[in-house]
């Protein structure tokens, strides 16, 4: 039996368009694969104004989340 973890998916997580990555998610499985890379950045120029990809991800935990 293998205790090894492999990446299965590295995202780079932007506070607002246009700005650098302030953290970086990473996925771990048992089973050896391909590393998928992916960018999610959370809202656009205006405060508070959330990107279509953040408000799907996580509109279940907002009441009043406004979307671009």
């Known amino acids: 039996k293998s205790n090894k973890w492999y990446v299965h998916r590295i995202t780079k997580v932007y506070p ?8 970086v998610l990473i996925e771990f499985g048992k089973v050896k694969k391909g590393i998928e890379y992916d960018e999610l950045t959370i ?3 205006q405060r508070h104004k959330y990107t279509k990809k953040y408000y799907e991800l ?6 009043n989340a406004v979307c671009e």
């Not at 368009?17 to 953290?23: I, L, S």
């Not at 996580?58 to 009441?63: A, E, P, V």
């Open 58 to 63: 996580t509109k279940d935990f907002y009441l």
């Open 16 to 23: 607002k368009t246009g700005k650098d990555a302030h953290r």
């Open 43 to 45: 809202e656009t120029e």
